[in-house]
């Protein structure tokens, strides 16, 4: 699976379509767009993470290697 931006997920109106949507429908999509991009966070945020704990043990199995050898 590659990345997800933002934009993948994004609805994107013009101002024509934003003008015809009632107050509860402009309120829906700002609600969905704002789960969507703290979802999008989230993930990013745990990716992130994943990455140091990844370059943590590696590191310390590099040094572990070192000491071994000596």
């Given amino acids: 699976m590659g990345s997800v931006a933002i934009e993948?997920?994004?609805v994107n109106f013009t101002l024509?379509?934003?003008a015809l949507l009632n107050p509860?429908?402009?309120?829906?999509?700002r609600d969905v767009?704002?789960?969507t991009f703290?979802?999008?966070a989230s993930v990013e945020v745990m990716l992130r993470d994943s990455v140091k704990v990844k370059r943590?043990?590696?590191v310390q199995e590099t040094s572990a290697?070192?000491?071994n050898s000596v």
Avoid: G, I
């Avoid at 509860?24 to 999509?29: A, H, N, W």
């Fill in 8 to 10: 993948d997920v994004a």
């Fill in 16 to 18: 024509e379509e934003w």
């Fill in 24 to 29: 509860s429908q402009k309120k829906l999509y």
């Fill in 56 to 58: 943590v043990v590696s």
């Fill in 38 to 40: 703290r979802n999008l």
């Fill in 33 to 35: 767009m704002q789960e």
């Fill in 65 to 67: 290697l070192f000491q």
